[in-house]
Structures are given as structure tokens and as C-alpha cells.
């Protein structure tokens, strides 16, 4: 039985990541075992999930070495992941397990994909950013990529304008969320343009040495996206909790976003390559409220203070004294929609679709534990070479959930197919819930048919 690791298994996501994973991996020949730090809080949650735990730091090499010892993929929740994740990926490719995570910081996204190189000659994989953002924004973009190739790329050249994903706002943020906000702020928004040669060889696709990373100043990017009907919201200007039952002033569907620094980016820019010969830019997006606006603008002309080892530590006092993260309430009654707008070189939309998922938290344990089950079916340890190595190495988590050709939803496993948004009945209150508790993907009639676009 294959032996999966959960490392932060205490922690807010860790907990539910563990939970869904004890639901579904024992009959499914998969074996669960949850780690941290704290002995005593994994002995008791292990007592109550019934099964193994063990109890190591990150501190030394070997100890993390040994606790990896016969596990076929470790899946780190335990953030910051600054802090944690390169301790943790090298171990894993030293005792030959695969891994994954659910970072969601850009600078150790990018410190992690060196490490691609070395895993795919170790028949390896790896897979970082197996949380809510990134795979959402895959997945929508995989299929999204899949429908054009059986539309305008069978009649034209294989190339983008723009790949622009946005996100809508999560309405209860973890502790652990905030804390990657913090960081966020210091940080200039990374973007994907076309030109010139970056070189990387832990990235092996001939496309992607095109595709440059750029950077912009927080909030100089905005834009409007129609994130749905938005009857479920409260007002922004209401100043009401969701729960406390009073009346709610639904929000427009479009809304203003503005470009942060997501992983998103830079899943996408792999994904992108892939399929297409050429994109000339890609962005990520968040929702902002007015109140967000102002502070993006506020933090572009307060960077240099952020560096401040005084105000950082003011910054995270204020942040330890939030909630763990939304309770089970908050999380049922909350969806998130992802929007993705994909245009031609010549600015015409192609794709305006938006996938409707769950919770961002509830996804997040839905999509680890797909993930981690894809990679743990890949292939046996390192000392057995007759694997399928052509998902070996730094792999995007819609390379791991896409199977037979079809695009998986993590949360239902059933196949992603978009349906026409115009077909769909308006949503009234409280908010219709995603279909099974899984996704769903709209899609909007563009303007321009795509047939048109290269006559």
C-alpha cells in the first residue's frame, strides 16, 4: 500500500487536507500518514483520523530524511513556505519521493523549479502549488487551451495575445493567508511577456525561453471582469458579515481587479507553452474592493519601510491575533469564481470563461489530495527505472488531473466541460451551490466567432 505523507498536518489547511485524504485514500489502496512539529497535537488527531503520524522538524537534514523513509509522496501544508518548503523538496528527492505542495509565494515558486532538473533524472516528480489558486487557474486554462485547439488553432497559427486570470475576492482569509499577503506587499507584481531568452534548465519546453518575467509596480494593472451574477455577495459599502442574516446589497457581476503577485503567472506560462507557439503577455488578477485599491497604491509608495525588521514584526503581531482561518459555515456558504479572458495577437477575445468552485479552502483539500493520489500512481520509487518518465520532473497540477485526455474536476472527478452561461438560470438567494459540491465552467459567447479570426 502506498504510503502518502502529510507534512503540517496540524495546521488549518493541513487538517482538511488530511480529513478528505482519510475519507478517500483507504479504499483506494493509499495509506495516510500525518506529520509536524508538535508531537502531541499529531498523537491526538492521529488517534482521531485512525492512522499513522510521525513527529520531525525541518531543522536537520537527516531527521527530515529519516521521517520520509517509505513514503512514496510527501505533501507540504505547512507554511510559510519560505521557511519550509526547499528543506522538505530536497529531502524528497534525496530518499526518492515525489512532492507536492500548496505554496501560494511567487519567489519560492521560482526557488523550487531548479530543483526540477535533478527530479526528473531521478524519475521524480514534483508539483508546487497544488492549492486552490494555481490549479483552478490550470485547470480552466488547460481546458480552455484544449477547446482552442480543436477551434482556431486547426485554422491558424498557434498564438496569443493576452492570457489574463482573475480571481474574485475570499471573504474569510486564513491566518495563513494574511501572512503570504504580508509578504505580497513587499514585492513588485510579477508578469509573462513575449521577447528575448531566459534560460532554465529545469524547465524543458522550447517555448517557455521566450516568455520573459517581468515585473510592474502593485497597482499600477487594472482592470474589470465579470466575475458572475454576484446576488450571493454582501455590499461593499454594507459593513455586514455574510452570517449575521440581515439583508444584503447584491454587487454588480463586473468588478475591478487589480495585477498581484500569484503563482498563477508562472503555472500559466508553463501550461501556455505547452500548448501554444507564442503569448504575448500573461497576468494574474485579484478583485479589490476601493478600501484594497487604496492600500495597493499605499503599499507602492511605502515598499522600502516593509523591509523594516520593526514594522514587519508590528505587521505580524496584528495577524497572529486573527482567526485560524473561516469556520465549516463560513466555508459552505462561500464560492469563488475564476475568470479567464484568453485574446488573439490582434486583441479579438477568444475565451471569456469563468469556473465556479467551492470554497478556496475546501478546493484546496480537494485538489491536494488529487494531486498527491495522480503523482502516487505514477510511477515506484526511484529504484525502479520502468516508469513513465514523461511526467517526471517540475509538472503544473493540471498535467497531473488531466487523464484520457479529459480535464478532472479535484472535487467531483468527473470531466470539466464547459456549459453556455446564457443557458444557465440566474442564481437567487441563497446562492445555488456548485454542481456537487464540485466546479463548473461558463462560458460566454465572444464577441468575434474564433473561425473568423485568421481568414
Known amino acids: 500500500m502506498h504510503a502518502i505523507l502529510v507534512y503540517g498536518a496540524t495546521g488549518y489547511s493541513g487538517r482538511l487536507i488530511a480529513e478528505r485524504a482519510c475519507r478517500r485514500w483507504g479504499a483506494r489502496g493509499l495509506r495516510l500518514i500525518i506529520a509536524g512539529r508538535d508531537g502531541q497535537l499529531l498523537r491526538d488527531m492521529a488517534k482521531q483520523l485512525d492512522v499513522e503520524y510521525r513527529a520531525f522538524s ?8 529519516a521521517g520520509l523513509q517509505d513514503v512514496r509522496v510527501v505533501v507540504n501544508a505547512a507554511g510559510p513556505f519560505a521557511l519550509t518548503a526547499e528543506a522538505l523538496a530536497l529531502a524528497a528527492l534525496d530518499t526518492g519521493c515525489h512532492y507536492v505542495d500548496i505554496n501560494g509565494e511567487v519567489d519560492v515558486y521560482k526557488r523550487l523549479d531548479d530543483l526540477g532538473y535533478p527530479a526528473e533524472q531521478r524519475g521524480l516528480t514534483m508539483v508546487c502549488g497544488a492549492g486552490h489558486s494555481a490549479v483552478a487557474s490550470d485547470l480552466l486554462l488547460e481546458r480552455a487551451l484544449q477547446h482552442l485547439a480543436m477551434t482556431t488553432f486547426r485554422s491558424g497559427p498557434k498564438e496569443l495575445g493576452a492570457v489574463r486570470i482573475a480571481f474574485s475576492q475570499v471573504d474569510s ?3 495563513g493567508s494574511f501572512q503570504t499577503i504580508l509578504r505580497t506587499v513587499r514585492e513588485q507584481v ?11 534548465q529545469s524547465l524543458n519546453l522550447p517555448n517557455v525561453h521566450n ?12 482592470r474589470v471582469f465579470d466575475f458572475g451574477d454576484g446576488s450571493d455577495r454582501t455590499g461593499p459599502d454594507s459593513g455586514l458579515p455574510r452570517d449575521r442574516g440581515r439583508e444584503r446589497r447584491p454587487r454588480s457581476s463586473r468588478r475591478i481587479a487589480s495585477a498581484v503577485n500569484l503563482i498563477d503567472t508562472l503555472t500559466a506560462r508553463l501550461t501556455v507553452a505547452r500548448h501554444v507557439d507564442r503569448v504575448l503577455r500573461i497576468e494574474s488578477y485579484l478583485e479589490s474592493s476601493d478600501a484594497l485599491r487604496a492600500v495597493h497604491q499605499w503599499a507602492a509608495l511605502t515598499v522600502p519601510f516593509w523591509w523594516i525588521s520593526a514594522v514587519r514584526r508590528l505587521a505580524q503581531r496584528q495577524v497572529d491575533l486573527l482567526p485560524e482561518g473561516p469556520t465549516a459555515g463560513e466555508r459552505e456558504r462561500e464560492h469563488l469564481s475564476v475568470v479567464l479572458e484568453v485574446d ?39 529504484s525502479d527505472r520502468s ?3 514523461n511526467l517526471a520532473g517540475w509538472r503544473t497540477p493540471a498535467e497531473i488531473l488531466v487523464k484520457d485526455g479529459k480535464t478532472l474536476d479535484p472535487c467531483s472527478d468527473a470531466a470539466l466541460d464547459p456549459v453556455s452561461e446564457t443557458a444557465v ?26 473561425k473568423a479570426m485568421h481568414q
Open 344 to 382: 488573439d495577437i490582434f486583441g479579438h477575445p477568444l475565451i471569456n470563461w469563468r469556473l465556479e468552485t467551492p470554497s478556496a479552502y475546501d478546493f484546496t483539500a480537494c485538489s491536494a489530495v488529487a494531486v498527491a493520489e495522480g503523482v502516487a500512481r505514477l510511477s515506484p520509487r526511484r
Open 425 to 450: 438560470p440566474k442564481r437567487a438567494d441563497p446562492p445555488r451551490a456548485p454542481r456537487a459540491g464540485g466546479c463548473t465552467i461558463y462560458a460566454r459567447r465572444t464577441p468575434v466567432e474564433p
Open 387 to 389: 516508469v513513465t518518465q
Open 58 to 65: 525541518l531543522d536537520d537534514r537527516q531527521t527530515v530524511e
Open 211 to 222: 516568455l520573459v518575467l517581468s515585473y510592474v509596480p502593485l497597482g499600477q494593472l487594472e
Open 173 to 175: 482569509p486564513s491566518r
Open 190 to 200: 510579477l508578469v509573462v511577456r513575449h521577447g528575448g531568452k531566459h534560460r532554465s
